[in-house]
Nanobody, 127 residues
Framework: QVQLAESGGGLVQAGGSLRLSCEAS????????MGWFRQAPGKEREFVAS????????TYADSVKGRFTISRDNAKNTVYLQMNSLKPEDTAVYSC????????????????????WGQGTQVTVSS
């Protein structure tokens, strides 16, 4: 069993920045690839970014490339999502997720690659 707790969401103006954090507990953190997903009202959940167990591989959605950065600190059992140059269309509930079956250097991007999900944190970008 893995527990996830996100933090860092909030209200920000377009062009601003936020950093989301997700702390995991339950098993050694380096066992997991980690991902961030988001879901806007009336829309399906979509992939944002992921990072491999080693931290050496990352994957990003085209919509956030160059603006968002995912990172992890295995000593703190935490994954981060630094979000810069935010746009109103980034408004959504952001959730972190754990993939327990990934290889050391794999950064998966499909929803069904992930086994555990956090509750989510709201990010609202005003225009």
């Amino acid at each position: 069993q893995v527990q996830l707790a996100e933090s860092g969401g909030g209200l920000v103006q377009a062009g601003g920045s936020l950093r989301l954090s997700c702390e995991a507990s339950g098993r050694p953190f380096s066992w997991y690839a980690m991902g961030w997903f988001r879901q806007a009202p009336g829309k399906e959940r979509e992939f944002v970014a992921s990072i491999s167990r080693s931290g050496g591989s990352t994957t990003y959605a085209d919509s956030v490339k160059g603006r968002f950065t995912i990172s992890r600190d295995n000593a703190k059992n935490t994954v981060y999502l630094q979000m810069n140059s935010l746009k109103p269309e980034d408004t959504a509930v952001y959730s972190c997720a754990v993939s327990t079956g990934s290889a050391w250097s794999q950064a998966p991007l499909r929803v069904y690659d992930y086994n555990y999900w956090g509750q989510g944190t709201q990010v609202t970008v005003s225009s």
